[in-house]
């Protein structure tokens, strides 16, 4: 009985399983073949900055592109990958930064240790770190805006309930906005799911970073963020039910939250397609960054 209910919350949070496009595993191949071949074009047609450090780790890197005649002020997009806390990497991150440096956008991918190299809390932290970094080295921004995907939907997440005082030297980011797209706000049924063989969560792990569990310092630390919640029409229903349940606790807490459901879009499509100008959710993230 126990192993049948395991393999039901595999298939559960197994995101590829669920496209209505392909097969699961091309599903995955095509995602990481349209994300690497749109940040190539980025970086051969954009002005770059490529391996930033944020950090002193190895790992603590970040890519910026900028818009043509950057100005100081332009908004900032800070996106953070997904592949279940353990593939992909910033290297397929600039998928985007067309589109949106069209717009005047600043765009930065976020490199991060991912698992086994990485522990969950290692990863939060980092990105912790890279968004506090970004606040400080760009402090005539406009508007800094977090956005990641699946995994990094979780870790975006996080982001927004964290204790600052913990992180660097203190500083607060002023975060005006978050698009969550596919995350996972309570890793605790991924305790015990193949997603955690390299993770190696304990529970308590988990509970520590569920960002269900913090919504409450999301509400303290950037009350005057607007967070838009995503998903894909083909996203697995657990992912439907943990976006709107998130949505649903920071609406109770007097956030500016709204959930979205994008149709006929899966886990991949629903992100990767941020590299079309005419895709809804590219023009709507453009829209929030320039307009308000």
């Known amino acids: 009985m126990a192993a049948i ?12 399983r669920w496209s209505h496009r392909l097969e699961a595993e091309a599903a995955v191949q095509d995602h990481v073949q349209v994300t690497q071949n749109a940040t190539d ?13 944020y950090g002193d780790k190895e790992g603590d890197k970040l890519d910026i592109y900028k818009p043509d005649n950057c100005r100081s002020d332009a908004p900032i997009f800070v996106y953070i990958h997904g592949g279940y806390w353990q593939f992909l990497s910033k290297d397929q991150s600039g998928f985007m930064a067309l589109p949106l440096t069209a717009a005047g956008v600043m765009v930065v ?3 991060y240790d991912i698992a086994p190299k990485g522990t969950i809390d290692v990863m939060v932290d980092q990105v912790r770190r890279a968004v506090s970094f970004l606040s400080e080295k760009f402090p005539s921004s406009r508007g800094l805006y977090i956005c990641g995907h699946s995994a990094g939907g979780h870790l975006c997440a ?3 309930s964290s204790d600052w005082s913990k992180v660097r030297d203190g500083h607060v980011p002023v975060i005006k906005g978050a698009f969550l ?27 520590r970073n569920s960002p269900c569990q913090f919504s409450n310092a999301v509400v303290k630390n950037h009350p005057k963020c607007k967070v838009l919640v995503v998903f894909g029409e083909h996203d697995p229903p657990t992912f439907h039910r943990q976006s709107k349940e998130y949505t649903e606790q920071l609406k109770g807490l007097g956030m500016d939250v709204s959930c979205l459901e994008i149709p006929d879009t899966d886990h991949f499509n629903v992100i990767h397609d941020l590299s079309q100008e005419q895709y809804q959710l590219t023009k709507m993230i453009i829209k929030e960054m320039t307009t308000s």
């Open 41 to 53: 074009k980025s970086r051969a047609e954009l002005q770059c900055e490529l391996d930033v450090p």
């Open 158 to 160: 996080m982001v927004l």
């Open 109 to 111: 991918a976020v490199d």
């Open 181 to 207: 797209v596919s995350g996972v706000y309570d890793v605790t049924p991924l305790v015990k799911t193949y997603v955690n063989e390299p993770l190696k969560m304990t529970e308590e792990d988990a509970q």
């Open 5 to 16: 209910e395991e393999e039901d919350l595999d298939y559960q949070y197994s995101p590829s």
